[in-house]
């Protein structure tokens, strides 16, 4: 089967940096997503790795070793609005079946001023 | 991008009944996803639906209680039959199209059983 193991909670101030890990297993790899989700509304595409090393897209970044089986999300210059929570996800083909997206508990972030 | 409606948004239903959730895409896609999200959860799929063959459900969900339809690329429904208080959660139909990478998502159906 699929799993994923990211942190449940994280605070961080304002301003600050904040890295929020992931890692999985899962057959069929694909790559490593990330969604951003505030309370009441749908998740919404940060990132995407399909190789090793890192992307970044302005104040986000992410960061894959498929060696490790490990990702991680990087969110700089913290502002409040940055409060949601935040899910990795394995995009994967498991034998057999289709290509789908398989998501994290989610970790929720608190900026604080 | 694909811009996704999904309706109702939000209803209270009596147990044993059973809703339709309805999601409509702006273009047509190749596959369409409908998950679960418990308040404060993860996204749990509940089952693959491509249009002209039948939905491929995840462990735990079965077709006699979400059965779905996908008459065409842009439309699916999700049934939520027999509904029990257990079912009540948040169902969201999401797209994927072969070659993105992204997923977009419906805003949501927020169901309460009563």
């Known amino acids: 089967g699929q799993s994923l193991e990211q942190p449940s909670e994280v605070t961080a101030v304002e301003g600050a940096i904040v890295q929020i890990n992931c890692t999985y297993q899962?057959?069929?790899?694909?790559?490593l997503s990330w969604y951003q989700q505030h309370d009441g509304g749908a998740p919404t595409f940060l990132s995407y790795?399909?190789?090793?090393g890192l992307e970044e897209t302005g104040r986000f970044s992410s960061f894959l070793s498929r060696s490790d089986s490990y990702g991680y999300l990087l969110l700089q210059e913290l502002q409040m609005k940055d409060s949601a929570s935040y899910f990795c996800a394995v995009r994967a083909r498991p034998s057999g079946g289709y290509q789908k997206v398989t998501f994290g508990i989610g970790t929720k972030l608190q900026v604080i001023p | 991008s694909a811009v996704i409606s999904q309706k109702p948004s939000r209803d209270i239903c009596q147990r044993g009944t059973s809703l339709t959730i309805q999601c409509q895409v702006d273009?047509?896609?190749?596959?369409m996803f409908w998950y679960r999200q418990q308040p404060g959860q993860s996204l749990t799929l509940i089952a693959t639906a491509n249009q002209g063959s039948e939905a491929t459900y995840e462990s735990g969900f079965v077709i006699d209680k979400f059965p779905i339809s996908r008459p065409n690329l842009t439309f699916s429904t999700l049934t939520v039959s027999n509904m029990s208080p257990e079912d009540s959660s948040i169902y969201l139909c999401?797209?994927?199209?072969?070659?993105?990478?992204?997923?977009?998502f419906g805003q949501g159906t927020r169901l309460t059983v009563v």
């Open positions: 999401s797209v994927d199209t072969l070659g993105r990478t992204e997923a977009f």
């Open positions: 790795n399909a190789l090793d």
């Open positions: 273009s047509q896609v190749t596959m």
């Open positions: 899962t057959s069929g790899f694909y790559g």
